[in-house]
């Protein structure tokens, strides 16, 4: 009677928790040598604030983590490192770990966009520059993701000053080809 023996006291059994990232956008992602889901870091907190670090979470080329074992509770998970090719993730993920259970947090990830444009210029500025009957304006450039030109991703169009407007898209090797020529010029080929 009124004694305390610390061994009828249950201990919570502990949980666990990991993580598994996508690509929000797989088809211009998932076998690029430009994006890869490893290596991003994901540092978990016990507090809303940030400041009480109990793990790291780290991706695999698949995308997902290793596993820490956690005391029950809610876990707050940020970014601390993107992997290849993509923006770094802003949120705070919240992730609540039950006793005996594996909590699986899933995340997306954006890539960060490549960005094509065209400088088109004469090859005698001297004869089309201030010349009526020459405009690099309107020359247009199909865009493509292979060396024979057959599959086409966008189209790139001159003004004037020989600049274009500007494509957006995954990182990698593209080919340009000329398709219309400008007032006065023969088509590039």
């Known amino acids: 009677p009124g004694v305390f023996n610390a061994e009828d006291t249950p201990v919570p059994e502990t949980g666990s928790g990991r993580l598994v990232k996508q690509s929000t956008s797989p088809a211009d992602t998932d076998g690029n040598e430009y994006y890869t889901l490893a290596n991003a870091e994901y540092t978990v907190y016990a507090d809303e604030q940030l400041i009480q670090s109990v793990g790291v979470l780290t991706t ?25 090719g993509y923006e770094e ?14 909590a699986v947090l899933k995340v997306q990830d954006v890539y960060v966009p490549a ?27 199909g865009v493509y993701s292979d060396k024979g030109c057959t599959a ?7 003004e004037a000053d020989g ?14 080809k000329e398709s219309k020529a400008p007032s006065g010029y023969r088509l590039n080929t």
């Open 60 to 84: 695999d080329e698949n995308g997902t983590s290793n596993t820490l074992e956690l005391d029950p509770g809610t876990y707050y998970v940020k970014e601390t490192k993107a992997p290849a």
């Open 89 to 102: 993730d802003e949120t705070i993920h919240t992730m609540i770990v039950q006793s005996g259970k594996t």
């Open 115 to 141: 960005y094509v444009t065209l400088k088109k210029v004469s090859t005698d500025p001297e004869i089309t520059d201030e010349n009526d009957r020459y405009s690099l304006a309107g020359a247009e450039y």
């Open 152 to 158: 086409k991703v966008g189209l790139l169009t001159a």
């Open 163 to 176: 600049g274009s407007n500007t494509l957006t898209l995954p990182a990698g090797t593209y080919y340009a």
